[in-house]
């Protein structure tokens, strides 16, 4: 008998099984798989019985955690499909005394289990049905990022199943330890991007000889909640010039590490101006704002931060009453209202609706727009021949103590940027994709027409965010600028990567349309 006997084997679903269908599409439904099995994993052995089988066997492998991919990439010409949601479990891990979390745990099951075992979380993001897989590899990014940094800069180990020359998988646990022969593997799985070097099965957070609870940040007793909105009727193209650079000059101002709006999170989102049956103008801009309430003075750095923010925008503040991107309408928070921090994050925790198609793009800004910008931005908001309310780009805070971590120190390079952006479109008739994809391009190629219609680095842009994937970045007629999409994401570090990936994929194994390359 084999060692892959004495495993029980994962359950496998096959097409026409009732699970079938939800295994093989996720959060975006313009894509849809059609692999032969759905390996539904729960162990370790599981996922190395699993992959072993796929490669004797010659097929092509598609990993799956929380379905939120923006791209088609655990789908596209995939065979057998690796589905990790089952390795769910959040515990400590004695051996390497660190807090184990499992790559299909989602955000929400770990910000709620360490902070009711452990009083601690990590600085993740808001939409609460994300998997842990495919977010913490490509950095892991919220909220909390401002005051506590990035999620992998708090990651001491990483679990992997990985596929060497001999065609033979093994599990794989990488550290920081200076002394790891894994070392550089932990190194890419700290914003490298999933799918790329193997199956990540469990991350270890912590740090050798520290309690793992007393490594992790804890979060403020309590925060504030804001979300405060602009109705388009109201708003002239200089009330939106004014708004826009007033948030990315609040942002050059107060993004140093060791700011004191550091726990100040703002997530201004630029909708889609549209147009009624009747010809009325509807449609919001919204400014919603996660603000630190346990630090001294908070409520007043909040009022400075909204009184800089709308400093000079004649049009009145009301309440949010539509859905804006992954966050409801939310009209009870036009006055600040303060929250315990675990009631504030269910509360901010919006999350992708599974009934729409969608399309996604992203910059990073080292700087705020430029008047050009902010010009073509109006533009493309404001045309009355694109009539999509759920369509918007919302600009995100950064900084502060991100930007205490070395580009190299982890995969993540954009470590001096003050805003990260993010370009959405959603529709649910699939016969009219083609409409939206032509809106969201010439909106995107219109912000960043000085660069060859994408953000590349310079001393205003730095690039885009790998765990927001396009794959029109790799399109020669839409990216003009003559970099690689491999550079947008990773700058420097993308060498580096591929060594590792040569090192621990020599097969290529784990491919997908933007993957590493070995």
């Given amino acids: 008998m084999s060692e892959a006997d004495d495993i029980q084997a994962a359950t496998t679903v096959h097409p026409g099984d009732p699970q079938y269908a939800s295994k093989v599409r996720g959060s975006n439904q313009r894509w ?8 539904l994993v729960n162990s370790t052995d599981q996922v190395v019985a699993a992959v072993q089988e796929a490669v004797t066997a010659g097929k092509r492998i598609g990993i799956r955690s929380g379905g939120h991919c923006y791209e088609d990439f655990a789908y596209n010409g995939t065979h057998t499909l690796i589905d990790v949601s089952g390795l769910n479990q959040i515990a400590y891990d004695p051996i390497h005394n660190a807090i184990s979390v499992g790559a299909g745990a989602t955000l929400i099951q770990i910000y709620e289990t360490l902070h009711r075992v452990w009083g601690v979380t990590i600085p993740g993001g808001s939409c609460a ?9 490509g950095g892991g990014y919220g909220l909390a990022s401002r005051q506590f940094g990035l999620t992998v800069d708090y990651l001491y180990g990483v679990e992997v199943v990985t596929v060497d020359s001999d065609g033979r998988a093994k599990a794989i646990v990488a550290t920081c330890e200076a002394d790891d022969p894994h070392r550089e593997l932990w190194w890419a799985h700290t914003g490298g991007g999933g799918g790329n070097f193997g199956v990540v099965t469990r991350f270890l957070f912590g740090a050798p000889g520290m309690d793992p609870a007393g490594y992790l940040p ?15 009727a109201d708003v002239t193209e200089t009330d939106f010039t004014r708004l826009v650079d007033n948030f990315g000059k609040w942002h050059e101002r107060n993004s140093a590490p060791d700011s004191a709006y550091a726990g100040i999170f703002g997530l201004l989102k630029a909708n889609k101006k549209t147009w009624d049956g009747d010809g009325n103008v509807a449609g919001q801009i919204v400014l919603v704002t996660q603000a630190d309430g346990a630090v001294s003075g908070a409520r007043g750095l909040l009022d400075d931060y909204l009184t800089a923010v709308f400093d000079g925008v004649a049009a009145p503040r009301v309440k949010m009453i539509a859905r804006s991107g992954d966050h409801p309408s939310m009209p009870e928070f036009l006055e600040p209202q303060r929250l315990p921090w675990l009631d504030g994050t269910y509360a901010m925790s919006g999350s992708s609706s599974w009934t729409f198609c969608g399309d996604y793009k992203s910059a990073y800004l080292r700087r705020g727009y430029t008047p050009a910008q902010i010009a073509a931005t109006y533009e493309w908001l404001a045309t009355p021949d694109y009539n999509n309310p759920r369509a918007l780009v919302q600009i995100d805070s950064y900084g502060c103590r991100i930007n205490a971590v070395a580009p190299g120190d982890t995969a993540v390079p954009q470590r001096d940027s003050v805003l990260k952006l993010q370009y959405q479109v959603y529709w649910t008739d699939p016969a009219e994709e083609a409409l939206h994809l032509g809106w969201i391009r010439g909106f995107y190629g219109a912000v960043y027409a000085d660069t060859g219609g994408v953000p590349v680095p ?61």
């Fill in 129 to 137: 049905s994300v998997g842990a897989g495919g977010h913490i590899t």
């Fill in 32 to 39: 849809a798989g059609t692999p032969e099995t759905v390996r």
């Fill in 218 to 232: 804890r979060p403020p007793a309590e925060i504030f909640l804001s979300a405060v909105a602009l109705n388009w």
């Fill in 458 to 518: 310079n001393a205003v842009t730095d690039g885009c965010y790998v765990n927001y994937p396009d794959v029109d970045l790799g399109d020669g007629s839409l990216n003009r600028s003559g970099v690689a999409w491999s550079s947008l994401y990773y700058k420097g570090n993308y060498p580096r990567l591929r060594r590792v990936k040569a090192a621990y994929d020599p097969l290529n194994v784990f491919w997908h349309r933007q993957s590493v390359e070995p």
